[in-house]
C-alpha cells in the first residue's frame, strides 16, 4: 500500500486539528480538578459520543474486525448481549451513585463507600490496567503501519503518542473527549464506505450467507453446544461470561468509560450519557464486524482478494487494512488510515486520561502526599500523563507476543474487572456490605481469576501451574475465567461482610440503594428521561439479536 | 463551554472538498476491486456532513 501527497494532507489536516482544538481548550484549565474531571461541565452530546469513542480503540477496530473474520456475526454478542445491556444499567441504576456520592473517580466511590484499602486495591490493578490497555493499542498501531505502509514500529507509536500527548497536556480531560467526538466522527465516516463495498462486492447478506459456513452468519443458532461454533462456547458461557459478568464488569465498573459519565454537567446528563451512547454502538458492528465476515466471504471468492495466510490459518489481524487496499483509491486511503490512527488515539487518551486521574487523586493524593496545594496536583497530573504515555510505549513492545487482541484484552478485563462488578453489585445495593468483605471478595476474585487461567489451557495458553481442563478456544476460557472471578469475590464478600460490623446507614446515605433518593429530573422531557429511553434501546437490541437470529 | 461542531464541521468539508477533487481529478492508485468513484460520493457526503453541523452549530447561536 502506497500513499501519496494528498493522503498525507489529509492526515496532516487530521493531526493539526486535533492539536488545534488542544491548543483552544488548554486556557479552561486552571485547576486539577479542569485538567483531570473537566470540572463537571461538559454537554450530554459530546459526553454520550466520547462515552463510545474513549473504547472504540485499535482492539476494537482491529480487533472486532478480525474477530469477525475469525468467529462470524457471532462477535456482536460484544454489543447485543454485552455492551448494550450494560450500558443500560449503568445509566439507570449506577450512575446516581457514581455522580451523586461526588466522588472524583471510581475508586474514590470505593472509598466513599467501603474503605482504604479497597479504594488503593482497585486504583492500582485499574492503573495497571490502562496501561497495558494503552500498550495494546499502540502495539496495533505500530504493527499495522508497519505492515502496511512500511513505517517503522517505533516511529509510528512516538509520533501517535507525542500527538496525544500534547493535545492532552493542553487541555486535560476535556480535550481529549471533544478529540474523541472529532475521532468518532472520522472513524464511523471513514470506515462505513469499507463495509458498504465489501459487503456489495460479497453479493451482500445474502452472497456472504451463501458463501460461508452458517455459524458465521447465525448469532444464536449455533450456541446449544461449545462445539457446533467457531467461538467454542456454549450458551452458559456466554451469556453469564460475556453478557453478564465482562460487559458489566467493563461498562459498569471501568473508570475509562464511567469517567466520560462523570464529567457531564447534570445528574441528568450523566445518567443519559451511557443510555444516549448506546444508540449509535448497537449500531457499531455494521462497520466494524460486518467487514471481516465479508473479508472471509471474499476469500472465498475468485475475486482477487484473499486474507492473508498466517500458519495453518489466517492472519485475521490484517483484515481490516487488507480491505482498506482493494477498496480505497488514494484519497480515501488517506481517510481511512486517518480514521484507524484516530481510532488508535481516541483509545490511547481515554486510558491515559483515566490513568492521570487515578493516579492523581487515588494514589498521589492518598497515600503520597496529602493537603498541597491545587497547583501541586495540576502539576502532578500534567507530569502523570507525560508518564502514562511513556509507560504504554514500553508496554507495546511487551503485547507483540500475542495473535488475537481482544482475546488478550478479555483475559485482562477477567482479572481486574469482573470480580469489580460483583464488588460493585453489592456495594450499591447491599447495604450491609462491608469494607474487609469487599476488599476480601476483590482479592478472592482476582485470585480465582488468575487460577483459573494457570489451571486451564485454550490454544496453549494459560496452563502454567497445571492442565486440569482444555477449553476450545481462549474466548472460551476468557468468559469463564470471569465467571470464576466473579463468583469468588461475591461468594467471599458476602461471607466475610455477615462476618464484620456493616457502617451505620447514615453513613452510607447517597451511596447505597435504598438509603439514597433516586433524581427524578422534572425539567427534562418525558421521552428523554432514562427509563423510556432505556426501554426504547433495549428493543432495538433484541430486534438486532432476532434479526441475526 | 466551546462548540465543537465548528472545527468539525470546518474539517469534514476541507476533508470532503479534498476527496471531491481526488474523485473528479484522479491521482494516485485506483482501488483494485472497485469501479465507483468512491472519492467523489465519500466526499459529497462529508461535505453534507460538514454542513450540517456548521448549520446546527449557527441555529443555536
Aim: glycine share 10%; proline share 4%; aromatic share 14%.
Amino acid at each position: 500500500m502506497q500513499l501519496h501527497f494528498i493522503d498525507y494532507l489529509i492526515l496532516a489536516l487530521y493531526f493539526g486539528f486535533v492539536l488545534g482544538i488542544g491548543w483552544f481548550l488548554k486556557k479552561k484549565i486552571a485547576t486539577s480538578s479542569d485538567f483531570l474531571t473537566s470540572n463537571k461541565s461538559i454537554p450530554l452530546w459530546i459526553t454520550s459520543l466520547a462515552f463510545i469513542a474513549a473504547n472504540l480503540g485499535a482492539q476494537e477496530l482491529v480487533g472486532m474486525c478480525a474477530s469477525g473474520a475469525k468467529y462470524g456475526i457471532m462477535t456482536a454478542h460484544f454489543y447485543w448481549v454485552g455492551a448494550i445491556p450494560a450500558m443500560i444499567f449503568v445509566g439507570v441504576f449506577m450512575m446516581p451513585f457514581y455522580y451523586g456520592s461526588r466522588a472524583r473517580s471510581v475508586p474514590e466511590y470505593l472509598k466513599l463507600r467501603f474503605d482504604e484499602k479497597t479504594r488503593g486495591f482497585n486504583a492500582i490493578s485499574f492503573s495497571a490496567m490502562t496501561i497495558f490497555s494503552s500498550g495494546i493499542s499502540m502495539y496495533a498501531l505500530g504493527l499495522l503501519f508497519q505492515l502496511v505502509l512500511g513505517w517503522s514500529f517505533t516511529a509510528s507509536i512516538v509520533l501517535s503518542a507525542a500527538i496525544v500527548l500534547v493535545y492532552t497536556l493542553l487541555g486535560g480531560l476535556t480535550s481529549a473527549m471533544y478529540n474523541e467526538v472529532l475521532q468518532f466522527f472520522l472513524i464511523v465516516l471513514g470506515f462505513a464506505p469499507l463495509a458498504i463495498l465489501s459487503i456489495y462486492k460479497a453479493g451482500g447478506w445474502d452472497g456472504m450467507t451463501a458463501r460461508l459456513s452458517p455459524q458465521m452468519t447465525h448469532s444464536w443458532r449455533y450456541l446449544s453446544e461449545a462445539s457446533a461454533n467457531p467461538m467454542g462456547v456454549e450458551i452458559f458461557g456466554l451469556v453469564a461470561g460475556l453478557g453478564f459478568v465482562l460487559s458489566f464488569g467493563y461498562w459498569c465498573t471501568d473508570y475509562l468509560v464511567v469517567q466520560r459519565a462523570m464529567a457531564a454537567d447534570s445528574m441528568a446528563s450523566a445518567r443519559l450519557t451511557p443510555i444516549m451512547a448506546a444508540f449509535p454502538k448497537m449500531f457499531i458492528p455494521f462497520i466494524v464486524i460486518i467487514p471481516g465476515i465479508a473479508a472471509m466471504a471474499l476469500t472465498n471468492m475468485d475475486v482477487g482478494y484473499s486474507l492473508p495466510p498466517k500458519g495453518n490459518a489466517y492472519d485475521y489481524n490484517q483484515a481490516v487494512t487488507t480491505l482498506m487496499a482493494q477498496f480505497y483509491p488514494t484519497g480515501l486511503l488517506g481517510v481511512g488510515l486517518t480514521a484507524l490512527m484516530a481510532s488508535f488515539m481516541s483509545g490511547m487518551a481515554g486510558n491515559v486520561t483515566a490513568f492521570n486521574t487515578v493516579w492523581t487523586y487515588d494514589i498521589y493524593q492518598s497515600y503520597i502526599r496529602r493537603g498541597a496545594a491545587d497547583s501541586h496536583y495540576l502539576w502532578v497530573g500534567r507530569l502523570t500523563t507525560i508518564f502514562g504515555i511513556a509507560l504504554s510505549i514500553g508496554t507495546a513492545y511487551l503485547t507483540r507476543l500475542y495473535n488475537n487482541l481482544m482475546d488478550l484484552l478479555q483475559l485482562v478485563f477477567g482479572v481486574v474487572n469482573a470480580p469489580l462488578f460483583a464488588t460493585f453489585v453489592l456495594g450499591m445495593f447491599w447495604k450491609r456490605a462491608t469494607g474487609h468483605g469487599a476488599f476480601s471478595g476483590l482479592v478472592a476474585g482476582t485470585s480465582a481469576a488468575l487460577l483459573t487461567h494457570g489451571l486451564t489451557v485454550a490454544e496453549d495458553k494459560g496452563g502454567w501451574l497445571a492442565e486440569l481442563h482444555h477449553f476450545p478456544s481462549t474466548m472460551a476460557q476468557n468468559f469463564w475465567i470471569a465467571i470464576f472471578a466473579w463468583s469468588a469475590c461475591f461468594l467471599v464478600t458476602v461471607v466475610v461482610s455477615l462476618m464484620t460490623r456493616p457502617r451505620p446507614a447514615e453513613q452510607l446515605r447517597g451511596l447505597v440503594y435504598g438509603l439514597t433518593g433516586i433524581p427524578k429530573h422534572p425539567g427534562v422531557r418525558w421521552l428523554m428521561r432514562p427509563a423510556p429511553l432505556s426501554v426504547i434501546a433495549g428493543v432495538i437490541c433484541i430486534a438486532l439479536n432476532v434479526v441475526f437470529w | 463551554m466551546w462548540d465543537l461542531r465548528i472545527p468539525s464541521g470546518v474539517f469534514f468539508i476541507i476533508v470532503g472538498v479534498l476527496l471531491c477533487i481526488a474523485g473528479a481529478v484522479p491521482v494516485g492508485m485506483p482501488a483494485p476491486l472497485t469501479e465507483t468513484n468512491v472519492n467523489l460520493y465519500t466526499g459529497m457526503s462529508f461535505v453534507v456532513f460538514g454542513g450540517v453541523l456548521l448549520w446546527l452549530a449557527k441555529r443555536k447561536r
